[in-house]
């Protein structure tokens, strides 16, 4: 198995607001994001898939088609977007890293025809990001743990 | 699919890397310029991923204000500008390398209520970076 890992980046901005919180519950709890005129990011990208080297090519995956995967499903649909107004995949959530990973997660999984969509990490700044792996059949309920409460 | 959330954190400090069981010649050989006696330091980067449910009320795995004061107080309060070996507890028995500070790292943030602490990363400097994850 080998992994091959193309990265993209894009600029969106976003602001986090629950409409079932108070003015006050949405200040306290996303602090500096609640601000309701938004704020942006660079975002990096970066997507991992795994599989076996054709031997025709020595290739997992095209990196020109991945390339393209991510142009068409990703920066088309984020870059210079407002996340709250402009992306229907994320209606009715909050524009988190963890959000927008996920959604970029299961765009993403159907597109991949050669290989099969491993890892995706999504940096919205150098000190934070969120990360969707595949689930490892053989781990023991890893998944699971450590559900919030 | 399982979502992760990581964030980076830094401290500065400094250590030597020394086994009192060892000789002068044996801690030489073993640890090279991490044995000069006075000690070195570097910039650390605490790298701490952590995983759990995304609640659907805040988009979060865990929330950054609670995350960066648990984070801060336990670790980088306790470690930034000090002296490993002399000022942390832990190391007055235990060598401080970064394996070991990693460990101790882990066990000091695995409390943290909200999220699994998956796995702790530290880069020592941009070559070198060591992992741990509980086991």
């Known amino acids: 198995m080998v992994r091959i890992t193309r990265k993209l980046e894009f600029s969106a901005a976003h602001f986090y607001h629950n409409p079932n919180f108070s003015a006050e519950e949405n200040r306290r709890v996303f602090g500096k994001c609640a601000n309701p005129h938004g704020h942006g990011h660079n975002y990096v990208l970066e997507v991992t898939v795994a599989g076996e080297p054709d031997p025709e090519t020595g290739m997992v995956l095209d990196l020109k088609e991945l390339k393209d995967i991510l142009q068409r499903e990703i920066a088309d649909r984020l870059d210079h977007r407002h996340l709250n107004y402009e992306v229907p995949e994320l209606a009715g959530k909050i524009p988190t890293c963890e959000n927008i990973a996920s959604m970029i997660w299961q765009l993403l999984e159907p597109k991949i025809r050669q290989g099969k969509l491993d890892r995706v990490r999504l940096y919205e700044s150098p000190e934070l990001f969120a990360e969707c792996v595949a689930d490892d059949v053989s781990s023991n309920g890893h998944g699971a743990a450590g559900r919030r409460e | ?135």
């Open chain 2, 1 to 135: 699919m399982k979502v992760s959330l990581g964030r980076r954190y830094r401290f500065a400090a400094s250590h030597r890397l020394h086994n009192e069981k060892l000789s002068a010649d044996e801690n030489r050989r073993l640890y090279g310029k991490c044995n000069s006696p006075y000690g070195h330091g570097h910039n650390y980067t605490v790298e701490v991923t952590l995983t759990g449910a995304v609640d659907p009320a805040t988009g979060m795995i865990a929330n950054l204000g609670d995350l960066d004061p648990f984070v801060e107080s336990r670790v980088v309060e306790a470690f930034d500008h000090k002296y490993l070996n002399e000022e942390i507890p832990e190391f007055q028995c235990a060598v401080p390398t970064t394996e070991n500070l990693a460990r101790e790292i882990f066990r000091r943030l695995e409390s943290f209520p909200r999220a699994r602490l998956e796995r702790v990363r530290i880069e020592e400097t941009s070559k070198n970076s060591f992992e741990y994850r509980g086991n």
